[in-house]
């Protein structure tokens, strides 16, 4: 069964520091892995997908498959990221439907 | 892309009371999607709309519950019947994320749902 965790519900950290949100995921194959993002009153968007390899933001997020995990990572995080993240995971098979893990919300303190 | 509208943004309900919330997709899409969000929770999948053809429910939600027409392929509805205040929630519309792989999903802005 597909499953993606988000161990923080709630991350702190400073303007300027470097954040990490935490994102694992169970399947048993070889998923397309998603970070979606919504900020304060915004609808729910598309950040990054991991076969893409891009940097949107100044966030990347790289799929470690021996460990199962899709961690977005910032070196230096800005106060206009705070905002709530989805981890997302949709299987490789034609119909198969995207899961959600539960949501970081990452809060940049100035 | 495809932009994504729902009516209402948001309701206040009674009890017993039956609401349809509609989804508006400026393009032909494939695959519609309607979600679940809960307070303080992440999005739970309710049913893909299928054009045509009757919904797919997930497991833990059933069509007498939430009744969904899609009757082309840019506009669906999703109906909350017999509301209790465990519907309180916030309802997704989306599109996209099928077919191809790495395919991106669209989101609307959400229907607000509050049953008294």
């Known amino acids: 069964a597909q499953r993606v965790t988000q161990p923080e519900k709630l991350l702190s950290v400073f303007k300027g520091a470097p954040v990490e949100l935490k994102c694992n995921y169970s399947?048993?194959?070889?998923?397309?892995l998603f970070w979606y993002v919504q900020y304060s009153r915004q609808r729910l968007q598309l950040l990054l997908r991991?076969?893409s390899r891009e940097s949107i933001k100044g966030f990347t997020a790289d799929l470690n498959k021996g460990e199962t995990s899709f961690h977005l990572k910032k070196p230096f995080a800005q106060e206009e990221d705070s905002a709530m993240y989805y981890c997302?995971?949709?299987?490789?098979?034609?119909?198969?439907?995207?899961?959600f893990g539960p949501g970081t919300r990452l809060s940049v303190l100035p | 892309s495809a932009v994504i509208s729902q009516k209402p943004s948001r309701d206040i309900c009674q009890r017993g009371t039956s609401l349809t919330i509609q989804c508006q997709v400026d393009?032909?899409?494939?695959?519609m999607f309607w979600y679940r969000q809960q307070p303080g929770q992440s999005l739970t999948l309710i049913a893909t709309?299928?054009?045509?053809?009757?919904?797919?429910?997930e497991s833990g939600f059933v069509i007498d519950k939430f009744p969904i027409s899609r009757p082309n392929l840019t506009f669906s509805t999703l109906t909350v019947s017999n509301m209790s205040p465990e519907d309180s929630s916030i309802y997704l519309c989306?599109?996209?994320?099928?077919?191809?792989?790495?395919?991106?999903?669209?989101f609307g802005p959400g229907t607000r749902l509050t049953v008294l």
């Open positions: 989306s599109a996209g994320g099928g077919g191809a792989p790495n395919n991106e999903q669209f």
């Open positions: 399947y048993s194959g070889s998923p397309e």
């Open positions: 991991h076969i």
């Open positions: 997302a995971l949709k299987g490789n098979n034609y119909g198969q439907n995207f899961v």
């Open positions: 393009s032909q899409v494939t695959m």
């Open positions: 709309a299928n054009q045509g053809s009757e919904a797919t429910y």
